[in-house]
Structure formats: C-alpha cells, structure tokens
C-alpha cells in the first residue's frame, strides 16, 4: 500500500511563472489537507479537501493560491505568477475519513528564483 | 483558534544527558502528535498521544500527555548524535476533521 505520493520533489520556477504541485493520497483515502512550511518555521495549513469539495481553505492566501481534488486523478495545489516568497517545502497529507489520523507525504520544495 | 507553543525552540545537549521538551496547546483536542524532521526530509511520525495520562516509548524517547494541563513532553533519555533533529508537536480537534497545527518545532543538536 504506496503512502501519500507527491510530485514533483523538487521544483524550480522563475518569477511570474506557474507551479503546479500534484498529491496522491493513500490508497482508499478521500481527505487531503494542504501544508506549507517556510525556511525554519513550522507547517501551516492551508486547505483541506475532499473528492470535489473545498471543505476548509482559511489558511489559503487569498489570491494567486488555488487547490482542487477531482474525482479522478491527484489533488493539484496551483500558485500562479510566483514571487519569491512562495519558496517553501508544500506537504500533502491524507486521511480516510474525518477526524482520523493523517498520513504526510515527502513534500515539494518549491525554488523561485 | 488553537495555538500550539513549543520549548525550547533550540536545544543543545551533550550525548549521555537526558532533557525535556514541553509542547502547549490552547483548547482542547482530541490527539497530540510528535514528529521528527531532518533536514530537507519530510515528517517521520513518532507518537500519537490520545488520552490523558497516555504514555508512550520508542528507544531514547518517551512522550506523554496531561489533557488537563493541556500539556504534552517529548522526554529524551541518554541522548546520542543521531536523535538531532527539528522534533514539532501538532494537535488536532474533532471539530477541524484531521487538521492539524504544528508547533514551531524544537531543533535539538546532539554534541559528541
């Protein structure tokens, strides 16, 4: 039974670019929440999704930042036109259901340059 | 909103010694997490405390959790190089499903 799998690892985009950064929850889990964590800080949320459904997106910043989780294929969280200060590790986690233990990915780490 | 505070945010320690980092929360939750990160890598999972009074032991480290307190330590015992790490503390209520918030973390370097 593979984990949480995200891809790519490692991403490097110029200023102004997109980055699209892709989750795929454990298998048989519908729940995924979206984290970013700084140089040196913490893991914050940011949004938390089911099949088709933003349940919770109050630690997404309010623009450039979208996510969705289809009923087919990955969750996508997307950040258009990138500024420096969007480099950071993004993890993914997944849950099966509500208010169950969540289980992390390897993360993305995004470089803007 | 829930905060989550975590002490010390640095920890230097001599291999052989023992130390204790102490984990905070504001409201109640359902579950405290430990987590160990080196650097570069994900969250590797150490403990899931989920009543008060748990305790719970792997090798060098024992957590332990005082819901009354709203209170959680992460206890190292003879520590050695290889436990150095960021070690963060997340919990999680029933009403937010699986969110979690994290703690600032605690880096501990462990000295030969």
């Known amino acids: 039974n593979a984990g949480v799998m995200q891809n790519p690892r490692h991403l490097v985009r110029r200023r102004g670019q997109e980055a699209r950064l892709r989750c795929s929850p454990m298998k048989g889990h519908s729940h995924v929440y979206w984290y970013r964590q700084l140089p040196e800080e913490g893991l914050k949320f940011m949004v938390y999704?089911?099949?088709?459904?933003?349940?919770?997106e109050s630690g997404m910043p309010k623009e450039r930042f979208s996510a969705e989780f289809p009923k087919e294929g990955p969750s996508i969280l997307r950040i258009q036109q990138v500024v420096r200060g969007d480099s950071a590790a993004y993890f993914c986690?997944?849950?099966?259901?509500?208010?169950?233990?969540?289980?992390f990915g390897q993360g993305t780490r995004l470089t803007v340059v | 909103e829930l905060k989550v505070e975590q002490n010390p945010l640095f920890l230097s320690m001599q291999e052989g010694k023992n130390y204790t980092i102490y984990c905070n929360y504001s409201?109640?939750?359902?579950?405290l997490y430990w987590y160990r990160q080196d650097p570069g890598k994900s969250l590797e999972s150490l403990f899931v405390?989920?009543?008060?009074?748990a305790v719970k032991q792997e090798g060098r480290l024992m957590a332990s959790l005082d819901t009354k307190a709203r209170l959680s330590t992460l206890h190292i015992t003879a520590a050695v190089h290889d436990l150095s790490a960021t070690y963060f503390c997340a919990v999680d209520m029933e009403t937010s499903g699986s969110r979690l918030t994290f703690g600032e973390g605690t880096q501990l370097t462990v000295n030969p």
């Open positions: 405390l989920l009543s008060n009074g």
């Open positions: 999704l089911q099949k088709e459904n933003i349940i919770d």
């Open positions: 409201t109640t939750s359902d579950r």
């Open positions: 986690a997944s849950s099966s259901v509500w208010n169950t233990e969540a289980f």
